[in-house]
C-alpha cells in the first residue's frame, strides 16, 4: 500500500501550493459563504455567481441589505440554494457589526476555533474545517467528496471509516503531523485533476508507480 509519507512527499511537487483554494473570494466572510455554497456543488459552479454576489454584498451588512430574496436571485443556479440563502443570511445577522464596517471582513478572534466556527449558521465540520485550514493555515482536514474518495482508494479508510468525520479522525491518525496542514489542498486538487473518480489520469500522476488502488489505469 502507498503511504502517506510517499504520497505526500511527490504529489505536492505537481500542484501549486500558493493556491489554498479555487474558490473565488474578496475577503474572509465570503469565503465563507462561497465554502457554504460549495455544498454538494462544485467550484466551477460556484464560482459563476459569487464575483457578482460578492461585488454587491461582500460583507455581513451588505448581505443584510441585498436581502434573503435579492441573495437567491444571484445564487439561484447553486444547488439547495433555497437552504443555503436562509443560512446566509443567518450568518450575516450574526455576523454583522463584527468586527468595524469594511469590505476588507476578517473574522474576529474568537472564531478562530472550531467550535465557535460551528455555532454559526451553515458552518458544519467541514465547512469549519476548510474555512480554518485555508484562511489561518489551521492541521484541519475538510473531507470533501475527493479526499473521502481517495482516502478509501488508497487503502488509508476502510468499510468503518464511512462518515467524513471518520474518515478525517484515521487520516489526521496515520498522515505524519508535518503535513496536516497541506492535506486537503493536495488531496482536493489531486483528486479533481488526476486521481479523478471515473478515468483517473494515471499516466500524469507521480505516484502511480507505487499506487496499488484497484482501478488505476497504469
Not at 465557535?116 to 475538510?142: C, D, E, F, S, Y
Not at 482508494?153 to 491518525?173: D, F, I, S
Not at 493536495?186 to 488502488?213: D, S
Request: hydrophobic content about 40%; charged content about 20%.
Amino acid at each position: 500500500m502507498m503511504t502517506p509519507e510517499q504520497y505526500f512527499t511527490a504529489v505536492p511537487k505537481t500542484i501549486d501550493m500558493n493556491i489554498r483554494s479555487e474558490l473565488y473570494s474578496t475577503n474572509e466572510f465570503n469565503f465563507a459563504v462561497a465554502v457554504i455554497l460549495s455544498a454538494q456543488a462544485t467550484d466551477k459552479k460556484v464560482n459563476e455567481v459569487t464575483p457578482g454576489l460578492f461585488k454587491i454584498a461582500p460583507t455581513p451588512e451588505k448581505m443584510l441589505k441585498l436581502g434573503i430574496d435579492g441573495l437567491k436571485e444571484h445564487i439561484r443556479v447553486i444547488s439547495f440554494f433555497n437552504n443555503k440563502a436562509k443560512s446566509i443570511i443567518a450568518l450575516s445577522e450574526k455576523l454583522a457589526g463584527t468586527p468595524a464596517p469594511g469590505d476588507d471582513y476578517k473574522f474576529p478572534d474568537e472564531y478562530h476555533d472550531r467550535d465557535a466556527l460551528m455555532r454559526l449558521p451553515g458552518i458544519g465540520q467541514k465547512t469549519a474545517n476548510v474555512i480554518m485550514n485555508v484562511l489561518w493555515g489551521a492541521p484541519n482536514i475538510g473531507v470533501d467528496t475527493h479526499v473521502f474518495r481517495n482516502a478509501h482508494r488508497y487503502g488509508w479508510c476502510g468499510a468503518a471509516e464511512n462518515t467524513p468525520e471518520k474518515v478525517e479522525a484515521k487520516l489526521l491518525e496515520i498522515i505524519p503531523e508535518k503535513y496536516h496542514g497541506i492535506v486537503n489542498h493536495v488531496m482536493v486538487l489531486h483528486g479533481r485533476y488526476t486521481c479523478k473518480a471515473l478515468r483517473p489520469q494515471c499516466a500524469n500522476c507521480p505516484v502511480a508507480n507505487i499506487c496499488q488502488a484497484p482501478d488505476r489505469t497504469v
